[in-house]
């Protein structure tokens, strides 16, 4: 059986919020629970309890093919909390606006913060009307190192794509060679060359994960751009934007690292960012 959705529930939350409708329709897809986790502060969780029982029973209405729908009131720190939730959940789902005060920061730092430390794979939703995992009509796009790709974010995009019958968008962005110091002169690129090399290793990354994945339809983009601002173009038609952090840094954020974290704060569609390493 799959481990649990966890949907981190704020005092706000209504039935028809984007981040509450994307856990619903993962939680289907995956025929997982859904599990609405909100934490109390020092407040009494008898509350907290009423709030979430009421958006449990809507879902449970409107929503009959979910598996199970439970709550939890849990005292405490809500970044404790959620991080406690994650040591035996399959996702954590967190809705992007943060409560800080601040309309021109896009995501909340506690949304931040659990991206670059949760122990499983955390989904960022925009706060946007209509998201939902089979409400956007786009394909699932990736972030692919084709030099040091990396396998669990490969693993849960070709998932993903296969999981809601759509396609699949690998994006490898690169850059021309620095120059090395001491040269005399500035180095001569052969263009084509490098762009054919920068194509084939894309393509040689891919080539396992075709075989794996016969019924996903695989398109390539290899670039000659910022890898951000490609992802972050794509996310405007796409279902799911899927990236990765690694886990050898001291901070969450320079866990996060400049692409996933740019991603994540300026995507229009839901991202997945996937713990590697």
Request: charged fraction near 20%; aromatic fraction near 4%; glycine fraction near 10%.
């Amino acid at each position: 059986m799959p481990k649990p959705i966890v949907l981190a529930v704020d005092e706000d939350a209504t039935d028809d919020g984007p981040s509450l409708a994307w856990a619903a329709s993962e939680a289907a897809l995956r025929g997982a629970e859904l599990r609405l986790l909100h934490a109390c502060g020092d407040a009494a969780p008898d509350y907290a309890r009423q709030f979430l029982d009421t958006l449990a029973d809507g879902l449970r209405k409107r929503s009959p093919e979910l598996l199970a729908v439970n709550v939890e009131a849990v005292p405490g720190d809500v970044r404790d909390a959620l991080a406690a939730a994650t040591a035996s959940a399959e996702l954590l789902v967190l809705g992007a606006r943060g409560s800080g005060g601040f309309p021109g920061l896009l995501v909340g730092s506690t949304s931040l913060h659990l991206a670059g430390t949760a122990g499983c794979p955390v989904v960022v939703v925009p706060d946007r009307r209509g998201i939902g995992a089979g409400s956007v009509d786009g394909r699932v796009v990736v972030g692919v190192d084709a030099k040091d790709p990396d396998e669990a974010v490969l693993d849960f995009a070709f998932e993903a794509a296969e999981r809601r019958s759509r396609s699949l968008r690998a994006v490898h962005a690169w850059r021309y060679p620095l120059l090395t110091q001491g040269r005399a002169m500035p180095p001569v690129y052969e263009k084509g060359h490098i762009e054919a090399d920068e194509e084939r290793l894309l393509a040689e990354v891919l080539a396992g994960w075709r075989q794996r994945y016969p019924s996903v339809d695989v398109g390539e983009a290899s670039v000659r751009s910022g890898a951000a601002k490609e992802l972050v173009a794509l996310s405007a038609d796409a279902a799911l934007v899927v990236v990765g952090r690694h886990g050898s840094h001291a901070g969450p954020l320079s866990r996060l690292g400049s692409v996933s974290l740019a991603v994540v704060q300026n995507a229009l569609c839901p991202v997945a960012v996937v713990p590697v390493g």
